[in-house]
């Protein structure tokens, strides 16, 4: 298995550009989520999703969408891309557990995005 | 303001030495409590989870605990080595779908 997976690795866009980063997972997971990585702050949270089809705003959705139109896919775009935007972007996914994602949560290896 | 707090600076510990990395936090009140690791240009991963019930959690040389009244956990690595030199996240679960997670905590482990 591959786990979850993430393209591109690395990325540089100007300001206003747009693009789409794409995470992948086969561990037929029901949540996906996508987080943001800076220097001296924690895992912050996008935008999740709790099944196919459904999408949610976490803790800093502005400048971000998403899509779940696939189980295995879960898709994060910027229409225009800012300075502010220039981050670690990290997909996650988990088991389906009833109430809550309690479970562990799977990695993937993540994109370095720079805006300029 | 809710808050998770991990020690900013980098803890450095000789081969061999109990490596011990502190995570407290105010105003949440966690059903579960994670710990993961993360090497440098990779994402993290899980290494325990331990519940609000639960006052210490073991797996091979890790170990973790969880104080609900001082809102702190600890987390423990006994016997370390240099290939334990990462970074280390705590993250909350507080129900829901939302896990609040730390900045982390650097271990440098010397041979």
């Known amino acids: 298995n591959a786990g979850v997976t993430q393209t591109p690795k690395f990325r540089v866009l100007k300001t206003g550009q747009s693009m789409t980063l794409l995470c992948a997972q086969d561990?037929?997971?029901?949540?996906m989520y996508w987080y943001r990585q800076d220097p001296g702050m924690g895992l912050r949270l996008i935008h999740y999703s709790v099944g196919e089809g459904t999408t949610a705003k976490g803790e800093v959705p502005d400048g971000y969408n998403v899509s779940r139109l696939k189980k295995q896919n879960f898709l994060l775009g910027l229409e225009s891309a800012a300075p502010s935007q220039t981050s670690v972007y990290f997909c996650?996914?988990?088991?389906?557990?009833?109430?809550?994602?309690?479970?562990?949560?799977?990695f993937g290896p993540g994109t370095r995005l720079t805006v300029l | 303001s809710q808050k998770i707090e991990q020690n900013s600076e980098a803890l450095n510990i000789q081969e061999g030495k109990t490596a011990t990395l502190t995570c407290n936090y105010t105003n949440y009140s966690p059903a579960y409590l994670q710990w993961y690791r993360q090497d440098p240009g990779r994402g993290p991963v899980f290494l325990l989870l331990?519940?609000?019930?639960?006052k210490e959690k073991r797996k091979e040389r890790l170990k973790v605990t969880f104080d609900t009244t001082l809102k702190q956990s600890l987390f423990h690595i006994t016997a370390s080595q240099p290939a334990d030199s990462a970074t280390y996240l705590c993250?909350?679960?507080?129900?829901?779908?939302?896990?609040?997670f730390g900045a982390g905590t650097r271990l440098f482990v010397k041979a």
């Open positions: 331990i519940r609000e019930n639960e």
């Open positions: 993250a909350l679960v507080t129900g829901g779908f939302k896990t609040i």
């Open positions: 996650a996914s988990s088991y389906y557990t009833g109430t809550s994602s309690v479970d562990e949560q799977f």
């Open positions: 561990m037929n997971h029901e949540y």
